[in-house]
């Protein structure tokens, strides 16, 4: 007797950081420590009650537009999702259907061998050197897609759009995904590529550096072919993927530029101000370019750090594998005030060992 056991789509999910419910000084999800613009605000009461009995716009149009406009494409090259999360699994569906495998590093966002289990992709991670650099070299067979975090997660790390459009360049057989979820932290964007390129995509999220991962926006810019690709996958799934009211609060905080640019630098100084911090405390860190630092103690092991700083009601977040990363904190970067108790804390642990 066969069981139907035998024909599930057995998968081992991801795992995201915890969302404790008490009030803790929480570093451990990459969120945004300010909270979105105003305008933002005003266009979520502004929504009437009465708009909710009619399904959302199925092509997102007034977002779309505001995306497109802040980037300087057309409208035609913008595609957009349930966060980041969900464009990149659409992305995943849609364009990595070959017999080849997909490479991307292996210490990276732990999302993409999820998507490509699910998926039935095959894949080969490849591995940052010492110095957790991505090795350009490697990336240069032929294989069935790329993708690759600008900064890199957990790292921080940030390359080139050079270094990119070298990769793009060599790979005309596949798509290859440069994953911008920090990029607004201080580095470059690859979206001009996106002109030259026809096989690059460029995936960007409202999650970190607008302040609205509870909203879930992320969006895709690319050559108008191949956004047409992902809408015809994403009708086929779910016509009417963002509701009504996150896409007005989409629309509003385009609209508020100023803030947005206010709020990164703050932001950007923290973590400056964090790291030096960290480098008296005896920690060191690949030179974050992101809205996390990713750290390790000369002595103290992080497992330890991150249970001690747990107690202390501060929550980081902590990576038992791949081993390489076993003794590295990622630490998402809070406001002045709370970086301010997180240091002393820490301090207190390492001085206390
Ligand atoms: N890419 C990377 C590298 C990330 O770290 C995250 C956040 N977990 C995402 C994409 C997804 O973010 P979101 O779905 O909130 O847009």
Sequence with gaps: MTSWKENVREVVPYTPGEQPKTKVIKLNTNENPYPPSPLVGKAISDVKLDALRKYPDPNCSNLISAIADY?????ENVFVGVGSDDVLAMSFLTFFNSNKPVFFPDITYSFYDVWADLFRIPYEKKSLD??????????????????????????????????FENIVKK?????????????DFGSMSCIDLVRKYDNLLVVRTFSKSRAM???RI??????KELIKYLSDCKFSFNSYTMDTITLAAGVASIQDDSYFKEKLEAVINTREWTKKQLSTLGFTYPDSKSNFIFAKHESVEASY?????KKAGIYVRYFSKPERISNYLRISIGTDEEMQVFIDELSKIIKGV
């Design 130 to 163: 010492e110095t957790f650099k991505i090795k350009p070299e490697d990336y240069d067979e032929p294989c069935g897609g790329i993708v690759i975090p600008n900064p890199n997660a957990p790292t921080g790390i940030a390359e080139p759009v050079s270094f």
């Design 71 to 75: 980037h300087g494409v057309d409208k």
């Design 171 to 183: 790979h005309p057989e596949c798509i290859v995904i440069i994953d911008e979820a920090y990029v």
């Design 305 to 309: 750090i991150f249970e001690e700083l």
């Design 218 to 223: 992320g969006y895709a810019i690319g050559d």
């Design 213 to 215: 991962a509870g909203n």
